[in-house]
C-alpha cells in the first residue's frame, strides 16, 4: 500500500508559476512509477508529466519546456514544477505511483487527493 499526500497548488495569473509536491509513504517498491496527471470539469484526466525510479521522464506534448517533474528519493516526494502558465493549464491536479510503468496512462494504483489550479487570464 503506498499512501500519497499532495501539496501546493492555488490560483496564479497566466504567465506564472507553481509548485506542487506528493509525499509518499508506505510501500515505497510501488513508487517505481510516479506520475503527474490532470482533469478539467468535463474532461477525461489526461496524463501531463512521469518519472521512473532512474529518473527518466516523459511529459505530455503541451507542457513540454513548462512544466518539470522532479523527484527528492531520500524525502519520498515528487515535485511538479510549473512555469510559464496558461488558463488552459487550469484542473484539479493528480500525483500517482505504481511499480508498473504505465508512464502516461491514468491506471496507476495509487492515486493522491486532488490539488487544483487555476490560471486567469
Known amino acids: 500500500q503506498v499512501q500519497l499526500v499532495q501539496s501546493g497548488g492555488g490560483s496564479v495569473q497566466s504567465g506564472g508559476s507553481l509548485r506542487l509536491s506528493c509525499a509518499a509513504s508506505g510501500d515505497t517498491y510501488s513508487n517505481s512509477y510516479m506520475g503527474w496527471f490532470r482533469q478539467a470539469p468535463g474532461k477525461e484526466r489526461e496524463g501531463v508529466a512521469a518519472?521512473?525510479?532512474?529518473?527518466?521522464?516523459t511529459y505530455k506534448d503541451s507542457v513540454k519546456g513548462r512544466f518539470t517533474i522532479s523527484q527528492d528519493n531520500a524525502k519520498n516526494t515528487l515535485y511538479l514544477q510549473m512555469n510559464s502558465l496558461k488558463p488552459e493549464d487550469t484542473a484539479m491536479y493528480y500525483c500517482?505511483?505504481?511499480?508498473?510503468?504505465?508512464?502516461?496512462?491514468?491506471?496507476?494504483?495509487?492515486w493522491g487527493q486532488g490539488t487544483q489550479v487555476t490560471v486567469t487570464s
Open positions: 518519472i521512473d525510479s532512474l529518473g527518466h521522464t
Open positions: 500517482a505511483a505504481d511499480k508498473i510503468d504505465w508512464w502516461l496512462l491514468p491506471r496507476y494504483a495509487y
